[in-house]
């Protein structure tokens, strides 16, 4: 008697990418405006290639074929949203006649939002093993050209429709560009924006203005496929997430405890200070009281309602490295929490460390 044949679970499907775009904002940014990168030298291949990762996923919001609509509804949304944060439609530049300085220009080059199909109904894939590891292809990210690094996209957004009819929304962004508080910032007002337009009509609508319908000739309309259960050779990280207490006075962090690690602390202005591992930061933070750690969701990615206004089933948040170097990220604006006095103010700090180091 012959042994039968296992099918293979549907998560071990493929992703199809069907069509790449760019969004700018809906009005144009005003000419020279820019956000200095204080950053000694020219950003290495290390920062060229570590970005940020969050995936958000959501029910079924349209039914049907209209399921192709929710792009193009998102990118109105969008287009809307970067009129309020132009800086994520911008490129990294040289500052003028300065080679060893860098600026982020908001030029309104845009963002990438990329549609993509998977072959699974959501609710196995996100109940399968190893759901962390092809997360992966929920999210698109190409490295910043480190000879021409204007022509990169700094965010980009992959929207991916699966079998069931729910949808994951995931976004990649280099760290110069934005924190995690930033970020969740904007995708709280890009949410907004999104639910007010769709409160405007009597029902869902069927269709957008941008709204760019698949043509089904018979022939391939994907512009590539890889396998779902297939990831990329990148190493894995762990980040962690802590709240602190700044303050003018009392005991300092030691610039000596950060040795080792890539160093981006964010003033309130926007500008960015970048430290490589083998140098102390160019600006010693005074950071003193009770330290705590806290999960993104505090930040409110629960209230990122992309789509029909729905709230997201799961959430995740990741950092992917370019080397083998750790990464700090000092954020502003976290809130006292709960040892917080007079006086002080939160401060957020993001560690991620290679898992081999840990």
Not at 204 to 228: A, D, E, V
């Amino acid at each position: 008697m012959s042994a039968m044949t296992k099918t293979p679970p549907s998560h071990a499907g493929k992703l199809h990418v069907e069509s790449i775009q760019t969004v700018t904002p809906a009005k144009l940014t005003e000419l020279g405006t820019t956000r200095p990168v204080n950053h000694p030298g020219p950003p290495s291949a290390w920062f060229l290639q570590t970005h940020l990762r969050v995936v958000l996923y959501y029910k079924p919001t349209f039914e049907g074929e209209s399921g192709y609509a929710l792009t193009g509804w998102l990118k109105g949304s969008l287009n809307l949203a970067l009129v309020e944060d132009p800086l994520l439609a911008g490129r990294l530049r040289h500052k003028e006649g300065c080679e060893d300085e860098w600026e982020i220009t908001y030029n309104d080059s845009g963002v990438r939002l990329v549609e993509a199909r998977a072959e699974v109904a959501m609710a196995e894939f996100v109940g399968s093993k190893g759901r962390e590891e092809k997360e992966a292809r929920l999210v698109y990210w190409k490295d910043i050209d480190d000879q021409n690094p204007q022509f990169s996209a700094l965010f980009y957004v992959q929207v991916t429709r699966f079998e069931d009819g729910g949808y994951s929304i995931g976004l990649s962004w280099s760290p110069l560009l934005a924190d995690l508080i930033h970020m969740t910032n904007f995708l709280k007002t890009w949410s907004q924006i999104q639910k007010n337009s769709l409160q405007k009509k009597d029902e869902i609508p069927k269709t957008s203005l941008f709204h760019l319908p698949i043509m089904r000739t018979g022939h391939s309309t994907h512009l590539s496929s890889t396998p779902l259960d297939t990831t990329p050779p990148t190493p894995h990280h762990h980040t962690t997430l802590l709240r602190l207490v700044a303050s003018s006075g009392g005991t300092h962090q030691k610039a000596d405890r950060l040795r080792g690690f890539h160093v981006i602390a964010r003033g309130r202005a926007g500008e960015v200070e970048v430290t490589g591992p083998d140098g102390p930061p160019g600006a010693e933070m005074g950071l003193s009281g009770p330290v705590e750690e806290v999960n993104w969701a505090d930040f409110g990615a629960r209230e990122v309602a992309l789509g029909g206004g729905s709230e997201p089933v799961l959430s995740s948040y990741y950092v992917t490295l370019g080397g083998n170097e750790g990464l700090v990220m000092v954020m502003p604006g976290g809130g006292g929490g709960g040892g917080g006095g007079g006086g002080e103010e939160g401060v957020i700090m993001s560690v991620t460390v290679p898992m081999k180091k840990i």
